[in-house]
């Protein structure tokens, strides 16, 4: 196999009902938003936490006569973690490489986000591939490159009050883990590790954990895991903080429900966070 196309995880997508809402909770959780951005070629748009190597992605319907992807099919279910993007320098090199490993990418296609700042407007350009639900199981997914990293990674995007730094994975509730390990081994190789039937997957320094209710309530007893859409479902976003200190002290400030676990975490309740359980360890 050669190297690895992927180099770990581009962005997580948190699906809202309303985005200034959203803007106005992430705001009060510490987070230092972009300015709302609208994607030109389909009927969503969003705000985006932005970290030094991926970024939180604040989904929302904002034109329903157009196509939103599935967006607002899966709100039905309520607000929450919807997938996730791969990184890759290159998504035209990745298609081959996936087509080499036996995997069925789509072509490569453009996607485009305009946002407003004060010296005008930005386009900031992206090159996606998509691949069959199969080939991601129980996880909705695609490949994104940044064509205009430089519009979207502004130094003062980096810096977040709570002073979390960045994203270190998911977790995903599922009903079985075997049926996962031949799809992410042909997708991933060698990363793919299976402990007491959790399956984690090793995606460059981010891991995608895959578990059953039972197994990932076991991994997180003060979590008090518990999904109202149907399985399999992205139970919680794991995120890495310069100072837990810092970060407590940031929700405590601005009276955000949180939790001290066992293992040194923070835990953030999904109604404090867009219906995403957020999971905060030190970095």
Same mark, same amino acid.
């Given at each position: 196999?050669? @190297?690895?196309?992927?180099?770990?995880? =581009?962005?997580?997508?948190?699906?809202? =009902?309303?985005?200034?809402?959203?803007?106005?909770?992430?705001?009060?959780?510490?987070?230092?938003?972009?300015?709302?951005?609208?994607?030109?070629?389909?009927?969503?748009? #969003?705000?985006?936490?932005?970290?030094?190597?991926?970024?939180?992605?604040?989904?929302?319907?904002?034109?329903?006569?157009?196509?939103?992807?599935?967006?607002?099919?899966?709100?039905?279910?309520?607000?929450?973690?919807?997938?996730?993007?791969?990184?890759?320098?290159?998504? =035209? @090199?990745?298609?081959?490489?996936?087509?080499?490993?036996?995997?069925?990418?789509?072509?490569?296609?453009?996607?485009?986000?305009?946002?407003?700042?004060?010296?005008?407007?930005?386009?900031?350009?992206?090159?996606?591939?998509?691949?069959?639900?199969?080939?991601? %199981?129980?996880?909705?997914?695609?490949?994104?490159?940044?064509?205009?990293?430089?519009?979207?990674?502004?130094?003062?995007?980096? $810096?977040? $009050? #709570?002073?979390?730094?960045?994203?270190?994975?998911?977790?995903?509730?599922?009903?079985?883990?075997?049926?996962?390990?031949?799809?992410?081994?042909?997708?991933?190789?060698? $990363?793919?590790?299976?402990?007491? $039937?959790?399956?984690?997957?090793?995606?460059? #320094?981010?891991?995608?954990?895959?578990?059953?209710?039972?197994?990932?309530?076991?991994?997180?007893?003060?979590?008090?895991?518990?999904?109202?859409?149907?399985?399999?479902?992205?139970?919680?976003? #794991?995120?890495?903080?310069?100072?837990?200190?810092?970060?407590?002290?940031?929700?405590?400030?601005?009276?955000?429900?949180?939790?001290?676990?066992?293992?040194?975490?923070?835990?953030?309740? %999904?109604?404090? @966070?867009?219906?995403?359980?957020?999971?905060?360890?030190?970095?």
């Amino acid at each position: 196999m050669t @190297a690895q196309p992927l180099a770990g995880i =581009d962005h997580v997508l948190i699906a809202v =009902d309303d985005l200034e809402r959203a803007r106005m909770a992430w705001t009060r959780l510490g987070f230092t938003l972009t300015p709302r951005g609208r994607h030109l070629q389909q009927g969503t748009g #969003n705000y985006c936490a932005m970290f030094a190597r991926d970024y939180i992605e604040l989904l929302g319907v904002v034109d329903a006569a157009r196509d939103v992807g599935g967006l607002e099919a899966f709100l039905r279910e309520g607000e929450g973690l919807r997938g996730l993007a791969f990184a890759t320098r290159s998504g =035209d @090199a990745t298609a081959v490489e996936l087509q080499r490993r036996g995997l069925h990418p789509t072509p490569p296609r453009d996607l485009s986000r305009q946002f407003e700042l004060p010296e005008g407007t930005e386009l900031a350009r992206f090159k996606l591939v998509s691949l069959p639900p199969a080939e991601t %199981p129980a996880l909705s997914a695609f490949v994104c490159q940044h064509l205009t990293p430089e519009l979207v990674r502004r130094p003062q995007w980096l $810096a977040h $009050a #709570n002073g979390i730094v960045g994203i270190a994975g998911v977790s995903v509730m599922v009903t079985a883990t075997e049926p996962l390990r031949e799809p992410y081994e042909r997708l991933f190789g060698a $990363a793919v590790v299976t402990t007491d $039937a959790v399956l984690t997957v090793h995606v460059g #320094n981010h891991r995608l954990v895959f578990a059953t209710p039972d197994d990932l309530s076991a991994l997180y007893p003060e979590a008090g895991l518990a999904l109202d859409r149907p399985l399999p479902a992205i139970a919680s976003l #794991n995120l890495l903080s310069r100072d837990l200190g810092r970060t407590a002290d940031h929700l405590t400030q601005w009276h955000v429900a949180h939790e001290a676990a066992g293992d040194g975490t923070l835990l953030v309740p %999904p109604e404090e @966070a867009s219906g995403a359980l957020l999971i905060i360890a030190r970095a």
